[in-house]
C-alpha cells in the first residue's frame, strides 16, 4: 500500500514570500491532516478534512494559511506571505475514520521542512 | 491551562534494558490515547492505541498503561535494542475529531 506522499521536501524562501505544499493521502482516506511541527515540539493540528469538507481549522492562522482539498483527495497548504516564525516541517497525514466512529491510526507522510529566511 | 506532558529530557538506557517513557496529561478525559514513533527527518509512525477503559495493551516488545485516575501513560520497550532509538509521541484523542500530541522524548539505546 503506498503512503501518504508530500511535495516537496524542503523549501527556502524569504520572509513575506508565498509558498505551497502538496499531499496525496492514501487512497480511500476520508481523512486529511495537516500539522505543523516546530523543532523539539510536538505536531500541531492546523486543519482537518473529512472528504472536501473542514472539520477542525481552529489553529489555523487565517491570515496567512489556506487550505484546500480538491474532491475530497488530494490537498494543498498555502502560506501567504510568509513570516520567519513559520519555519517548521510541514506534515500531511491522512486515516480511515469515518463519522461517528471511533477514531484510527494516522499515517504520516515525510513532511516538508520550510525554511523561511 | 491544559497540557501534555512528556519527559524533556533524552532518556539514554542501555542494550537489553527496558525503557519506560511518561506521558501526564492535565484538564484532558481522553477517549483514548496513542504512542507513535518519529525518527529524524520522517514523519511519525503510528505503535499503539489504548482506550480509556483499558489498562494495559500489548505489541511484541512494547506495552502501554492507561491510568486515568493519574491522568497518566506509561509506555515501556522490554530488550530495548539500539534500533529503538527515536523520539517517541504520545497523543490525546479528546473526543469528535480532536487529537492533540505531546512535545515527545528523546531516547537512545546504547549497545
Known amino acids: 500500500e503506498a503512503g501518504v506522499a508530500q511535495s516537496p521536501r524542503y523549501k527556502i524562501i524569504e520572509k513575506r514570500q508565498s509558498v505551497a505544499f502538496w499531499c496525496n493521502p492514501i487512497s480511500g482516506h476520508a481523512t486529511l491532516y495537516w500539522y505543523q511541527q516546530i523543532l523539539g515540539q510536538g505536531p500541531k493540528l492546523l486543519i482537518q478534512?473529512?472528504?472536501?469538507?473542514?472539520?477542525?481549522d481552529s489553529q489555523l492562522p487565517k491570515d496567512r494559511f489556506s487550505a484546500e482539498r480538491l474532491k475530497g483527495v488530494d490537498s494543498t497548504l498555502k502560506i501567504q506571505p510568509a513570516k520567519l516564525e513559520d519555519s517548521a516541517v510541514y506534515l500531511c497525514?491522512?486515516?480511515?475514520?469515518?463519522?461517528?466512529?471511533?477514531?484510527?491510526?494516522?499515517?504520516f507522510g515525510q513532511g516538508t521542512r520550510l525554511t523561511v529566511v | 491551562s491544559q497540557k501534555i506532558e512528556q519527559n524533556s529530557e533524552a532518556l539514554n538506557i542501555q542494550e537489553g534494558k527496558t525503557a519506560t517513557l511518561t506521558c501526564n496529561y492535565t484538564n484532558y478525559s481522553p477517549a483514548y490515547l496513542q504512542w507513535y514513533r518519529q525518527d529524524p527527518g520522517r514523519g511519525p509512525v503510528f505503535l499503539l492505541l489504548?482506550?480509556?477503559?483499558?489498562k494495559e495493551k500489548r505489541k511484541e516488545r512494547l506495552k502501554v498503561t492507561f491510568d486515568t485516575t493519574l491522568k497518566q501513560s506509561l509506555f515501556h520497550i522490554t530488550a530495548s535494542q539500539p534500533a529503538d532509538s527515536a523520539t517517541y509521541l504520545c497523543a490525546l484523542h479528546l473526543g469528535g475529531f480532536k487529537t492533540i500530541f505531546g512535545a515527545g522524548t528523546r531516547l537512545f539505546v546504547k549497545a
Open positions: 489504548i482506550r480509556e477503559n483499558e
Open positions: 497525514a491522512s486515516s480511515n475514520i469515518g463519522t461517528g466512529l471511533m477514531n484510527t491510526e494516522a499515517f
Open positions: 478534512f473529512q472528504n472536501n469538507g473542514v472539520v477542525d
